[in-house]
């Protein structure tokens, strides 16, 4: 167990990972990716409801 919590507090000592700015970079990407993806997939349904919707109503 000793092992462990020195290899955990050697690789939080070590500059050699990702800084807090590059999470951010990479988290502010990811949201907007995610954002895209939901929107384009919000118009898409959007658009077939409608369609739907339409439908229904001329064949009534």
Request: aromatic share 4%; net charge neutral; proline share 2%.
């Amino acid at each position: 167990m000793k092992n462990l919590a020195a290899k955990v507090r050697r690789f939080l000592v070590s500059e050699d990972g990702p800084t807090a700015v590059e999470y951010a970079v990479m988290l502010a990407l990811i949201i907007v990716v995610c954002l895209a993806a939901i929107s384009a997939i919000g118009d898409n349904a959007s658009t077939t409801f409608n369609n739907v919707s339409q439908s229904l109503s001329s064949g009534s």
